[in-house]
């Protein structure tokens, strides 16, 4: 045999070798854990040599503030809020005993039912392929409710935009923006024609290009243009629930995608029949428009 048979006869056995391996060990490591790898792929070498991002578990002192915490790890508090969406539901008031988890350069996430990591990327504003990358997700099929991945370079948590909106603690709905109140729900005279007619929401005046945000998780239903709405969105959120952003200026989300509660969807405009820039805001369930004033907290 000369020497470049070798080589191919050498490389032609590791080669089999490797498949053996996997063929063996696929299946079964396929159904362990999110750090559980397929098999052998070129980029494992390389692979190996990303550390996976220490998780501090710090437990919460009686007394003990977000914002104390956040300064003795070093990190941020809306990240330490985003780390811990499950856990804290009051910016103000921390129970003592609590486990939070503090992780750096990044946010960790909890998959919610419905999510994929393109809808994970979208929210945080993270290319895909680092998601998958920083938890050694190459050779998954699925992601799974409750699994939790680090989001590297995440600064923005839209958990701590909807606490903020929801005035601190958790509530059912948050504001999609912050302004005032230019009309309520009900039935109102037509500005223009006189006529009497039925306001399915509420107006909000906000200064066009408002970044708009959704006032709970869920899907997007509707993400396009009406002659009345202008630009506009819906989101279907659990529960029968529907919420509706009309007269936008800019749509960012697009049909199918899920999003969270407190994740930009739009900004706000005066498209479509809208006499100023305001948003136009529904809740709905099944079907039944519902006094977004009666849902969201003061
Ligand atoms: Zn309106």
Do not use: C
């Amino acid at each position: 045999m000369n020497r470049s048979v070798r080589i191919a006869v050498i490389w032609g056995g590791l080669g089999l070798l490797l498949w053996a391996w996997w063929a063996h060990q696929g299946p079964m490591l396929l159904s362990e854990s999110f750090r559980a790898q397929g098999g052998p792929t070129v980029d494992d070498e390389a692979l190996s040599l990303v550390p996976a991002p220490d998780i501090i578990e710090y437990e919460v002192q009686p007394g003990e503030t977000l914002e104390q915490i956040a300064a003795r790890f070093g990190v941020s508090v809306e990240a330490l809020v985003g780390s811990n969406a499950n856990t804290v539901d009051n910016l103000h008031s921390l129970e003592p005993g609590t486990i939070l988890k503090i992780v750096k350069n990044g946010v960790l996430h909890a998959v919610k039912p419905g999510q994929t990591l393109t809808d994970i990327a979208r929210t945080y504003g993270v290319p895909l392929a680092e998601i998958v990358h920083a938890n050694r997700l190459e050779d998954r099929e699925y992601i799974y409710p409750g699994e939790e991945f680090f989001i590297p370079g995440a600064v923005r948590s839209p958990t701590w935009t909807y606490l903020q909106m929801a005035g601190g603690r958790r509530s059912l709905f948050a504001w999609p923006v912050r302004g005032v109140l230019s009309s309520g729900f009900g039935t109102r005279i037509h500005p223009i024609s006189g006529e009497p007619h039925f306001h399915q929401g509420i107006d909000i005046e906000v200064p066009e290009g408002t970044e708009v945000y959704a006032a709970s998780a869920g899907k997007v239903l509707v993400a396009g243009r009406h002659s009345g709405y202008g630009l506009y969105i819906v989101l279907q959120h659990s529960h029968g629930y529907r919420t509706l952003y009309a007269h936008l200026a800019e749509i960012g989300v697009y049909r199918g995608q899920f999003v969270e509660g407190g994740q930009v969807i739009g900004r706000s405009g005066n498209t479509g029949n809208s006499t100023g820039p305001h948003l136009h805001f529904e809740i709905l369930q099944y079907g039944r428009p519902l006094n977004p004033l009666a849902l969201l907290p003061p």
